[in-house]
């Protein structure tokens, strides 16, 4: 690993220097109260095209535009749904993304070629500060490799992009720690497109219908967020319902529980996510606890289902994914 000083933006000019960075066509790795973003001008094609080149990304898959406050929102999205907008005053700054017509400005680059554009205003005061100097928004895929576990701190986005890693404006841990919910609309009705930070239920709570699973909802054939194998560690990992029995006595076992119910043997270990069985710290652990069961060379993650609802759906979403393959 490269020395983390070449890479990071410290003392008291760092959101000076990172403007400057990104308004002359660099990527820079920003917080966001989610998970770690690669940032660039999202009016920038040449600079849009180098985050796919640095994380390995498909072409086909679309960009976040990251917005300093929902007064921007027209200029970048058309034809906006009232409820959009209801859940925008609602959830903004937060980990909610909305799928929106897009303006014809926007670059399909920034879309994949579709004719819709993923936006939001992240909830992080240092990201926040940091599009106040700027006068143009930010697309920021996370900061890892293509298919590998997303970054909850500088310290991941170095360890997941190698050399590759561009300046990083550290912002400490990511609070929320999974990624933004992402919704779409049709007509009157709200489609869930990807679990996320906000929970299914408060959503639903909120607009006071049920929500259109993306699963479901096949017709228009985007496939958001939704590569089957995503969010991976390098060591294989299982999902199991019941963890006690999968215990295998020739293998260095590592288990990913909720709460810690049980003790093991070297070279086994287990790793809880909340103490307290929180859904909502545990969804905040996940991603850190990942990569350090991935650091201990193990050769199997047993990971337990979590329960099915709020953040459990987010967290069983990633271990799904996590498992594919
Ligand atoms: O919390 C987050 O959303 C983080 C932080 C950095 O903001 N960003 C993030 O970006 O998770 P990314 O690129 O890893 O995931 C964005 C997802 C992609 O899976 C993409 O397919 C989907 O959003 N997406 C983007 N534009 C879309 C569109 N027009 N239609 C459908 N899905 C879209
Ligand atoms: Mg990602």
New binding site residues.
């Given amino acids: 690993m490269k020395n983390h000083l070449e890479n990071f933006l410290l003392g008291p000019d760092a959101l000076n220097k990172a403007a400057e960075l990104l308004k002359n066509g660099q990527l820079l790795a920003?917080p966001?109260e989610?998970?770690?973003?690669l940032a660039a001008n999202a009016f920038d094609d040449l600079a849009v095209q180098a985050i796919f080149k640095t994380k390995n990304?498909p072409a086909t898959?679309?960009?976040?535009v990251?917005l300093k406050h929902l007064n921007q929102l027209p200029s970048i999205a058309q034809n906006i749904p009232e409820i959009a907008f209801k859940l925008a005053a609602q959830f903004w700054p937060g980990?909610l993304?909305l799928?929106l017509e897009?303006q014809a400005h926007i670059s399909h680059w920034v879309?994949?070629g579709?004719a819709?554009?993923?936006v939001?205003v992240?909830n992080h005061p240092l990201t926040l500060n940091l599009l106040q100097l700027l006068d143009f928004p930010l697309v920021?895929?996370?900061?890892n490799r293509s298919n590998h576990i997303?970054p909850t701190t500088a310290q991941h986005v170095l360890a997941s992009l190698g050399k590759n890693a561009p300046m990083i404006l550290d912002g400490g841990t990511c609070t929320s720690g999974v990624?933004?919910t992402?919704l779409?609309f049709d007509k009157d009705q709200v489609v869930l497109?990807?679990h996320?930070?906000i929970s299914k239920e408060e959503i639903e709570e909120f607009v006071g219908q049920e929500l259109i699973d993306f699963v479901e909802y096949k017709e228009q054939g985007?496939?958001?967020?939704?590569s089957k194998k995503h969010y991976s560690p390098k060591t294989r990992l299982v999902l199991v319902d019941n963890i006690a029995r999968h215990w295998e006595e020739s293998q260095r076992v590592g288990y990913l529980v909720l709460q810690k119910s049980f003790e093991v043997a070297p070279p086994h270990v287990v790793k809880e996510l909340s103490a307290s069985a929180n859904l909502g710290q545990a969804a905040a652990h996940l991603y850190a606890t990942l990569h350090a069961l991935d650091h201990l060379e193990l050769d199997i993650i047993v990971a337990q289902r979590m329960p099915n609802s709020g953040l459990g759906r987010t967290i069983n979403d990633r271990l799904e994914r996590a498992a594919e393959g």
């Fill in positions: 920003i966001t989610t998970v770690y973003g990304r898959n679309p960009l976040i990251h980990p993304t799928i897009k879309t994949a579709h819709t554009v993923a939001r992240p920021a895929p996370s900061a997303s990624e933004s992402i779409g497109y990807r996320g930070a985007i496939s958001p967020g939704s």
